[in-house]
């Protein structure tokens, strides 16, 4: 019986927080950025995610994100939703981010808390309000405490849903069941920001994946999703086992950025698995790992 209950999709339901191709020297190769854009929009994409933990925002400078937003929104036109970052543990600077992903014409934020010097609640709350409110762009906050140091409260959460552009949450806490929650008291759509738990958070209601594995996978991203929607939840459990794998030799360990890369040149779809310090390349026997999942999934021959 089909669901009756597909959940608001203001995101679309298929994201991937993209991959930021350099050349070898380091420097932005953007004819790779909008190849790989346009691979994941045809694979089933209706979201791409610019700059963010993936696409090595910390060490992209505000003229190449914004090259990087005009680059891809060329390429895949109105075909999908052009995410920008504007995190900062500055709130100034995230509101030049966010002001000029604006004017480089995404359609969209992703604002998170500010990492490493732990602000209060209030702080929290007075900085992603100040992004938001910089720009008329749509937002998505991010909840990720494992790298920003601080949680984003349901008290927190509750006045920041109140905002007009906050229209989602892209959660990567793990706690599906505390979104959940979340979800019926703010209204607010939810994302999941863990691949590993992409099943949960669906079945859960969530709205979408925003995926590092997505790389790879969309298509099989965009199944899950379709099957989801279907109310066919024991097809969807299967088709999300098959998907472990290659969502364990990217994630598994917590290293999506170099992983997705090395997998990107594997499959052809970028020339150099370039990274910028401090993230360095896989080793060998990851490597190995990485190929032989890629070859067992039929993604390789």
Known sequence: MANTTI??????????????????????DTESCQKLALKLVD???????????TGESPTTH?????ELVRAVKAAV???????????????????????SAEKSGADALLVLAPYY????????????????????????????????????????????AELEQVLAVKD???????????????????YSGDDSLNFSWL??????????AGHVMSARLRALVALMDAGDVTSAREEFYAQLPIIDAIMGGGQGAVMAKEALKMLG??????????????????????HAALAAGGYLS
Do not use: W
Request: aromatic fraction near 4%; glycine fraction near 10%; charge should be negative.
């Open 7 to 28: 959940p608001a999709r203001p995101f679309g339901s298929v994201a991937v927080a993209m991959v930021t191709p350099f050349f070898e020297d380091g420097s932005l």
């Open 43 to 53: 694979d089933g994409c209706d979201a791409l995610v610019l700059s963010g933990t």
């Open 62 to 66: 505000q003229p190449e994100k914004d």
């Open 77 to 99: 036109g109105d075909r999908a939703t052009i995410i920008a970052g504007a995190g900062s543990n500055d709130t100034a600077h995230a509101v030049r981010m966010a002001q």
């Open 117 to 160: 010097n732990r602000p209060s609640q209030e702080g929290v709350y007075q900085h992603i309000r100040a992004v938001t409110e910089s720009t008329g762009l749509p937002v998505m906050l991010y909840d990720i405490p494992g790298r920003t140091g601080v949680k984003i409260t349901d008290d927190t959460l509750m006045r920041l």
């Open 172 to 190: 990567a806490t793990g706690d599906v069941a505390a979104g959940l929650k979340k979800m019926h008291s703010t209204g607010l759509a939810y």
């Open 203 to 212: 079945a859960h209601g969530a709205s979408g994946v925003v995926s590092v």
């Open 269 to 290: 779809v970028i020339p150099h698995a370039t990274l910028r310090l401090p993230l360095v390349g896989a080793s060998a026997p990851e490597l190995e790992s990485l």
